[in-house]
Structures are given as structure tokens and as C-alpha cells.
């Protein structure tokens, strides 16, 4: 999880961006609690969303009450009180990070300090849910095997980080876990994979880093795939929205979802097309929009 | 296939392709040599010959039909599993087939549709339908699979309805409508792409609230 996930916050209502935070510092209360006190830095607003939709989807209700914290002296925050579910997904967060830390240090990108600060937490975490810590080691060694080899289909690539967020959807959500959790988390993981390799497509070109996406189309820059071989990673994406929107219609949720829907519906699609199109015209995704219906005007339905 | 074809290679009905063809090698060897020998033998060895190309080349045509048009077992083998949610399985037993025809081609496209790959199931279901121009039902599948991606533009979580629909159809109405990589040409919003700076002045606000918060309060 790197920080991609994020609502559309203009279209956020209000009730909505109180519930988020909340669930923010809840998380960040919960993480102190459960992985100690510098893990908390650690924390990311791709953890709150997964939160608000584990916590919606097990019907287990947070209590929000204001209360200062280390970051708030003065001002009392609004905090979603840290229950075992906001405990479990703190774990989760400090173990990624932790497991996220040691594949950069493999790739060269050094941040052994960093590392070491959170190697605590991340003991914790494993004591506490040594099955999350087994799921995430697992699965990442698998992709960096995959990215050793040179992997160059999309869609093997993403494999076992979709697979990650797959079983961790099913560890969190326990009995209530089904058939369209499992297919959400899964689009969400490839979603992940597939907006990083996006984001960091010219960095990993220069630096000749193993990226998918330039693996697949072969061109030297971010702009130049977009341009000629766009039509293919448009119906990726646009396949993976359909799909989340698929899932969230039929997944069985006990509160209003709002939240989650405004991130998955708005904000997950809002984030592609900036990181697709360039930060400016991705806002309304207008100018970004017509480019992309004349580059491939019959991609898609009756295209026979 | 044909017993007499067989009994020619020496080979009793349920032989393998493997079989039939390491019997055709051994014989057409042995023919080779004898044929230049004198008298009757070399005539014989002269007709074998061509009976074992003939019968040869007439059982892997039978045998690739059966694989191709789908009489084998071997895809109605796949075709259970995949209906198992087996797609380990299946998957195996496709990468076992000699012959790649389209049938081949629009099983694996399954396989990968069910292991939520979507882009690998088109591109195969493309092959497919290369191979076999004619076939309606790869059509068809390409036509769905594409029309996926409009998925609650037409019927799901979208729209003012918000109401449980039958048939298993989506259950949760939403407040929000879906969106695409072309953006959403429907919700056309005054100031157009204002709004990103607008936001850009949101995280300003914020960032100068946040440096005032510890001495504003």
C-alpha cells in the first residue's frame, strides 16, 4: 500500500471526510497500542479506507469521540475509538511497511534506519498476527521472484499482490469473507501494483528498474506509452473499475457506504487518469478524457 | 480411427499419438533400407511404404480433428474442472495440448477470465477468433467480455434507484456513479477543470490550518 488510494474530495460529503479521519487516527491510536509508539509514523490513509470497508462489511460499528493526541496537543481530534479490527489492521499496516522497507534496501534504494525503526513494531505485529506477517512474506517473495525473471504479462505480474490483498481481505473479515470481498480486494492489490508501476514508469526506465508496464510496451517514456500503446492499459484500468463496481453491488454491507463508494466509485478512477494523464488535466479528467477517446475511439463495446 | 490404419503400424485400437508415431518411424526405417533389395522383398518393402504414409498421415488427420472440433474428452475434461472453479487443473491440462486451435484458445481465455485476468482472456479470445473467423460463440464472448466494462452505466450500483433488482443483480444503490478512464461526460460541472486548483487551494488551507493549529487554540 503506498498511498494511492485516496477519496475524491471534492465529491467526499462531510459525515464522510469526519468517518475517514476518524478512522485515521483510530488507526493511529491502534497501531501505538498494538505495534508501539514509532510505528505509528508508518501509517498510511490506504489503511483508513481499508478499515472503513472491514469494518462496514463485519457490521461492527466504531465510536467516535474526541480526544487530544501526540500529533494534537491543543486541538481535541475526532478519533474512532481502535477496537480488535482497527488493532489487526494496524498490524497489517506496519508489517507492509516493514516487508515494503526490506524489498527497497534489495533494490538499492537503502532506508536501513528506516527499517530499523519499524523492525520493533513489526515483531510486535507478528506476535499478534503471525498469520499476516506469513501472507504478506509469502506473497512479496513470489513477486520479487516474478520481477526477477522479467515477468512482461500484465496481468502475471500483478498476481500476487492482488492474491495479497485477497487473503488478507479473507484473514480480516473472517465468516463474513465471500466470493465478491475476495474479487474487491483482489482488483484493489492489482489496482495497487498497477498505479505504482504507473507512477514510477519513468523513474524505473532511467534507473533500467524492473517495470511492468515498460516491460509490456517497451517505450521509453510514460508519455509515449500512453500515447501508443494506451488503448491496452485503458481497458485494464477500466476493466478493474468495472469489476470493483461490480463487487461493491454485491457485497453485503450493514452501514451506509459512502465512503467507500466515493474512494472505489470517484477517487480510485480520479487517481488513475492524473497519474495517466498528468496531474492537470486529471482533475476532471476532461481534457485527459478526449484525448484518450481519440487515441482509441472503438476500444471497447461492439469493437467486432 | 480406423483399425486397419493401425494394424498396418502394427498397433492394436487406444494407441497414443506417441505410440503411432514411434511405430510409423520404426517401420518406415526398416521399409527404407529393404526397399533396394532384390526380388520380392524389395517390392514388398516398396508398397508398405506408401500404405504406412497413407495410413499414417490418415490417423494424426483424425486425430488432430478430434482435438480440434471438440469431440476429444480432453476440453470437456477442461470444461469440468473450469465449471469446479479448478482452475489449477485446468490450466494443466490445457498446457498439455499438442494441437493450439481456437477451441484451445477460447478455454484458456476462460481460464484467465476466471482468474480475474482479464486482459490475457481478451487477448486470447482474439486469437480465437482469428483462427475461426466463423465461430459465433467466440464472437459473442469477446462481445461480452468487452461489455463488461460498461457494467452499472446500464444496470448496477448507478443511478437514482438504489433498490434491490432480481436475478441477482446488484444490490446496493450509490450515492456516486461510476467512473472510466475517459472520465465522466455526463456530470459536466460548471468551472470545468477549475476544480483541480481549487482542490490545490484546499490543501493549501489545510497545510496553513495545520501550522496554525498549535498556537490558534
Known amino acids: 500500500m503506498f498511498g494511492y488510494i485516496s477519496p475524491d474530495a471534492p465529491y467526499l460529503f462531510k459525515k464522510d471526510e469526519v468517518l475517514y479521519k476518524a478512522l485515521y487516527c483510530g488507526l493511529c491510536k491502534g497501531i501505538g497500542k498494538s505495534c508501539g509508539q514509532t510505528a505509528r509514523s508508518a501509517l498510511s490513509y490506504d489503511i483508513a479506507f481499508m478499515s472503513a470497508m472491514i469494518h462496514n462489511i463485519r457490521g461492527e460499528d466504531v465510536t467516535i469521540k474526541k480526544q487530544r493526541c501526540i500529533a494534537h496537543i491543543f486541538r481535541r481530534r475526532q478519533v474512532a475509538l481502535p477496537d480488535d479490527t482497527t488493532l489487526a489492521l494496524g498490524c497489517v499496516n506496519t508489517a507492509l511497511v516493514y516487508f515494503k522497507l526490506c524489498d527497497d534496501i534489495r533494490d538499492g534504494d537503502g532506508h536501513g534506519i528506516k527499517r530499523l525503526l519499524y523492525k520493533k513494531g513489526y515483531k510486535r505485529a507478528l506476535k499478534r498476527h503471525p498469520a499476516v506477517a506469513e501472507i504478506i512474506s509469502r506473497n512479496m517473495s513470489q513477486q520479487n521472484a516474478l520481477e526477477e525473471a522479467g515477468c512482461e504479462i500484465i496481468d502475471e505480474a500483478c498476481e500476487p499482490t492482488a492474491q495479497m490483498m485477497r487473503e488478507l481481505s479473507i484473514y480480516l473479515l473472517g465468516p463474513y469473507s465471500g466470493e465478491w470481498t475476495e474479487k474487491l480486494f483482489y482488483c484493489l492489490g492489482k489496482w495497487v501494483y498497477l498505479a505504482d508501476a504507473l507512477d514510477d514508469y519513468d523513474k524505473d526506465v532511467k534507473k533500467g528498474a524492473y517495470n511492468v508496464l515498460y516491460k509490456s510496451c517497451r517505450e521509453p517514456s510514460k508519455a509515449e506509452a500512453v500515447k501508443k500503446d494506451g488503448g491496452e492499459m485503458v481497458f485494464i484500468f477500466d476493466m478493474l473499475f468495472a469489476q470493483m463496481r461490480e463487487c461493491i453491488a454485491n457485497i453485503n454491507f450493514s452501514f451506509n457506504h459512502d465512503l467507500t463508494d466515493n474512494i472505489i466509485l470517484r477517487g480510485i478512477p480520479l487517481k488513475t487518469r492524473k497519474l495517466f494523464y498528468g496531474e492537470s488535466c486529471g482533475g476532471c479528467g476532461k481534457d485527459g478524457g478526449r484525448d484518450a477517446a481519440k487515441t482509441q475511439p472503438a476500444e471497447g463495446v461492439g469493437n467486432l | ?217
Open chain 2, 1 to 217: 480411427m480406423k483399425n486397419e490404419n493401425l494394424e498396418i503400424l502394427g498397433l492394436s485400437a487406444g494407441a497414443t499419438r506417441e505410440e503411432i508415431t514411434e511405430a510409423y518411424q520404426v517401420l518406415k526405417a526398416k521399409y527404407l533400407e529393404e526397399r533396394f533389395m532384390d526380388g520380392e522383398v524389395g517390392n514388398n518393402a516398396a508398397r508398405m511404404l506408401t500404405r504406412i504414409e497413407t495410413a499414417y498421415s490418415e490417423l494424426t488427420k483424425e486425430m488432430s480433428e478430434d482435438v480440434s472440433s471438440g469431440g476429444g474428452d480432453a476440453y470437456a475434461r477442461v470444461e469440468e474442472l473450469i465449471k469446479a472453479g479448478n482452475l489449477q487443473d485446468a490450466q494443466r491440462e490445457l498446457d498439455n495440448f499438442n494441437e493450439r486451435g481456437g477451441r484451445w484458445h477460447y478455454f484458456q481465455s476462460v481460464v484467465f477470465y476466471r482468474k480475474n485476468w482479464t486482459n490475457e482472456s481478451k487477448k486470447q479470445l482474439e486469437i480465437a477468433m482469428q483462427l475461426e473467423p466463423d465461430n459465433e460463440q467466440y464472437k459473442d464472448a469477446y462481445r461480452k467480455l468487452n461489455d463488461r466494462i460498461n457494467f452499472d452505466a446500464q444496470s448496477g450500483a448507478a443511478g437514482a434507484s438504489g433498490t434491490q433488482t432480481q436475478n441477482g443483480q446488484p444490490r446496493n444503490g450509490s450515492t456516486y456513479q461510476g467512473q472510466t478512464m475517459n472520465g465522466n461526460t455526463s456530470d459536466n460541472q460548471m468551472g470545468g477543470n477549475g476544480c483541480a486548483q481549487c482542490l490545490d487551494c484546499c490543501y493549501t488551507y489545510l497545510c496553513v490550518s495545520c501550522l496554525c493549529d498549535g498556537c490558534c487554540r
